[in-house]
Nanobody, 122 residues
Framework: QVRLVESGGGSVQAGGSLRLSCAAS????????MGWYRQAPGKQRELVATMSKDSSTNYADSVKGRFTISRDNAKNTGYLQMNSLKPEDTAVYYCNARVRPSYYDYTDRNYWGQGTQVTVSS
């Protein structure tokens, strides 16, 4: 089993910055794709950004140029640097990881963190 622990959420004013972290622990051989998703009240969960093990990235159009995803493979930890925050960025942010559990098991498992609240006031 794998556990994802997020940290770094909080409340900021518009234009401010926050940095989210997601630490993966447990039965891990490789963490393949790590990503961030968010869910605002009354809305569906949506992709924010993902990063593969080879560092290729994918961003939602709404955050391009403002958010930066990164990861430290040695620590099995992912990060989301959020700059120029807007009130519409307010949501619960979830970390996601696709994990290969062992050398002998090629099937990735999909895991979610518990979520961290980000609130941006105008």
């Amino acid at each position: 089993q794998v556990r994802l622990v997020e940290s770094g959420g909080g409340s900021v004013q518009a234009g401010g910055s926050l940095r989210l972290s997601c630490a993966a622990s447990g039965s891990i051989y490789n963490v393949n794709t790590m990503g961030w998703y968010r869910q605002a009240p009354g809305k569906q969960r949506e992709l924010v950004a993902t990063m593969s093990k080879d560092s290729s990235t994918n961003y939602a159009d709404s955050v391009k140029g403002r958010f930066t995803i990164s990861r430290d493979n040695a620590k099995n930890t992912g990060y989301l640097q959020m700059n120029s925050l807007k009130p519409e960025d307010t949501a619960v942010y979830y970390c996601n990881a696709r994990v290969r559990p062992s050398y002998y098991d090629y099937t990735d498992r999909n895991y979610w963190g518990q979520g961290t609240q980000v609130t941006v006031s105008s």
